[in-house]
């Protein structure tokens, strides 16, 4: 049974049990859902290189980089915008509802 789970042509060999039986269920779905995760992240990836080199081809260089920057650069800045802090002492005068209730 070890030979031929060292054989196998599964990366992680998900298929050999020590006792010799199938996939339970639960690694049946887990490695399902791993699988289907692994797809969609790489369709979004050639989806966004798709669209940089269209726009690069269509509109120029600049166009593409631009649109690179752009779509990396805003959910980097809506991130900092939500984990920014403002209420430790930047703003004293600060009226917001939680600085209300501090108060």
Sequence with gaps: MLK???RAKEPFNLECSPKGGAMSPVVK???????GFIVFVLAACIA???????LSEAY???????FAFVSIATPVLIYG????NHHEGYYPECDCNCCRERK
């Design 4 to 6: 031929a789970c060292l």
């Design 60 to 66: 120029g260089p600049i166009a593409g980089l631009t």
């Design 81 to 84: 915008m939500k984990r920014h």
């Design 29 to 35: 779905i887990a490695k399902l859902a791993f699988n």
């Design 48 to 54: 966004w290189w798709a669209i940089v080199g269209g």
